[in-house]
């Protein structure tokens, strides 16, 4: 028994530890660089603020060329197909990418990266690719979100599923305001209220049992073993 | 008498800790090249589990007994290790299965093809040692230049088994016989804790210590390596 309560007290100081640390511990992988931040959360630490990005497209004989406009930080990336703008009586088409200075989080979504505005002075005519970094530091996000006004309305994008560490990928038919987040049916992180607030320690107190549960019967068994063990050693001795 | 067994058990477990903490430190800034990410890892989980050859089954607490109970132990493990992150993230996809099931069709196949029919066929071109390191370095080139999610799922089951096979593996059966179970719970741990500097902001090595600690109990308290690496394995492909 004693075992087992070490074991339980083990559990505890595990969930309380992890749960003062957001997104709640991780392992596995971490992104290759910090997450530059708008709004950093508590735990970033030192924080660089994002940087913006200006490309110039060429037109060659009325079509764009292929070509792609990024942040310095590399955090988010765009890139065009040739032809991609309606580039009607124009020489070069100019894209520019700037992260904003405030970080809404409209309801229903929780964003985990910055928000980027990125803007051309011609119209989209062909479909661009979003490439966005997120931080180890949230919980992973499920989509790159589109909105033409960030307090607006907030559309997921089409997703493309390879994709690296900390990279999520996704296409676009309009330019805009992007973010990647996934949806919020509950409190945003760092809210403690799971169902109603109640919850959260039932389940703590539930999947205690469930360990007390599971090493019982092992604990048991290597009682016995042991106490077998030490019968037939009583036995060779003698 | 008794003193040459100890520091030969000292010696042991200090080898065995230091090649832990290289092999880790080593893969944590390899991975650090988005090129040899998934190869750091999974040569990283291979090379951790080398360090629990030749230590007998029981010694690192592996056994087939009762192994349903071992398994729900360790699903059980998964769950608490995971239930912080799953309350804080609220909606957050936690282990879709979709992936997880991509990821073991994955593993099966590459274990398949890779130590199956490559082996195999370099293995009668010019014999093991061929074998071995032909297929390790095609294993490489191949996982080196494209690492959809699949892979990377692939990639942590087998950082979870090698980091579960060396550090409450081989390090605890080695520190076991060096001072007891209190040695061996709070040595490996110590050497889990230092382990994961590198690539875990400061924040969280609290949280890592306490995952360690618990692993480390339960594998004192049951005898069993099962159930941790389960449950290493649960928490690491949702997170």
């Known amino acids: ?238 | 008498m008794i003193s040459a067994v100890r520091s030969r058990s000292a010696l042991r477990a200090g080898l065995v800790a230091s090649y832990i903490l290289l092999v880790e430190w080593t893969r944590v800034l390899l991975a650090q090249d988005s090129h040899f990410t998934v190869a750091a890892l999974l040569l990283g989980g291979a090379a951790l589990a080398v360090v629990a050859l030749g230590w007998p089954a029981n010694g690192l607490g592996l056994s087939t007994s009762h192994l349903a109970l071992r398994v729900i132990g360790g699903l059980a493990l998964g769950a608490v290790l995971l239930l912080p992150a799953a309350a804080r993230s609220g909606a957050v996809p936690l282990l879709p299965a979709g992936l997880a099931a991509a990821a073991i069709a994955v593993s099966v196949g590459e274990e398949l093809a890779f130590r199956g029919a490559l082996y195999a066929a370099l293995d009668e071109l010019g014999g093991a040692p061929v074998a071995v390191a032909g297929s390790t370095l095609i294993w490489t080139v191949a996982h080196a230049l494209s690492h959809p999610p699949e892979f990377l799922a692939a990639a942590a089951i087998a950082v979870s088994v090698g980091e579960e096979l060396a550090f409450r593996g081989a390090l605890y059966a080695a520190l076991d016989e060096l001072g007891g179970a209190p040695v061996a719970v709070a040595g490996s741990t110590l050497i889990w804790t230092v382990a994961h500097a590198l690539s875990h902001p400061p924040e969280f090595l609290g949280a890592v210590a306490a995952a360690g600690l618990l692993l480390a109990l339960w594998r004192w308290a049951c005898k069993d390596l099962v159930a941790p690496i389960v449950g290493h394995v649960v928490a690491d492909l949702a997170l």
Request: glycine content about 8%.
């Open chain 1, 1 to 238: 028994m004693k075992r087992l309560a070490v074991l339980a007290a083990a559990a505890i100081a595990y969930v309380l530890a992890a749960w003062m640390v957001t997104p709640g511990f991780y392992d596995g992988f971490g992104p290759l660089q910090p997450y530059n931040w708008t709004c950093p959360p508590p735990q970033a630490g030192a924080n660089t603020k994002p940087s913006s990005g200006h490309t110039d497209i060429k037109v060659i004989d009325g079509k764009s060329d292929a070509n792609s406009a990024y942040t310095q930080d590399g955090q988010i990336v765009i890139g065009f197909l040739p032809d991609s703008f309606d580039a009607a009586g124009k020489s070069s088409i100019s894209v520019d990418v700037a992260p904003l200075n405030t970080c809404p989080q409209p309801k229903g979504v929780q964003f985990v990266t910055n928000i980027y505005k990125i803007t051309a002075d011609a119209p989209l005519k062909k479909r661009a690719n979003v490439t966005m970094l997120y931080s180890n530091l949230e919980p992973h996000p499920d989509a790159i979100y589109r909105a033409d006004d960030p307090s607006g309305a907030w559309t997921v994008l089409e997703r493309s599923q390879q994709g690296q560490p900390y990279t999520i990928f996704a296409s676009t038919d309009k330019l805009g305001y992007f973010a990647a987040g996934y949806v919020a049916s509950s409190p945003p992180p760092g809210a403690v209220t799971v169902g109603g607030g109640q919850t959260l320690p039932i389940i703590v107190a539930v999947l205690i049992v469930v360990v007390v549960l599971a090493g019982l019967p092992l604990a048991v068994m290597r009682r016995r073993r042991s106490a077998a063990g030490d019968q037939e050693d009583e036995e060779d001795e003698a």
